[in-house]
């Protein structure tokens, strides 16, 4: 299983930008998805999470902002950034949740981080 992770770029503050997750491989269905993000010298930080029902919940930094969503068809997931400062910079990981059959336990994978800079 891989996740791909795109979208990311250099946008000025008030901004917007798409991110996408794809992901590929030996999947059954994919449960819960989130996106976090890595600050130049800071810990990652949880930014997002939209569950296999389609239930949404958000970091409060980017609450009102943000915008988390799924295609279960095409096995992605996306996050809408609108409104963007420049304490936004980061690198965006996605995450997922994968069943690779039939009730089978779900495993955690991680995409490589597409980066985002907001300038003033």
């Known amino acids: 299983v891989q996740l791909q992770a795109c979208g990311g770029g250099l946008v000025q503050a008030g901004g917007s930008l798409r991110l996408s997750c794809v992901a590929s491989?030996?999947?059954?269905?994919?449960?819960?998805v989130d996106w976090c993000r890595q600050a130049p010298g800071k810990p990652r930080d949880w930014v997002a999470t939209?569950?296999?029902?389609?239930?949404?919940t958000y970091a409060n930094s980017v609450e009102g902002r943000f915008t988390i969503s799924r295609d279960n068809v095409k096995k992605a997931g996306y996050l809408q950034m609108d409104s963007l400062k420049t304490e936004d910079t980061a690198v965006y990981s996605c995450?997922?949740?994968?069943?690779?059959?039939?009730?089978?336990?779900?495993?955690?994978?991680w995409g490589q981080g597409t980066e985002v800079t907001v300038s003033s």
């Open positions: 939209i569950t296999s029902g389609g239930s949404t």
């Open positions: 995450h997922a949740d994968v069943r690779m059959r039939v009730g089978g336990m779900p495993r955690g994978y």
């Open positions: 491989g030996s999947i059954f269905s994919i449960d819960a």
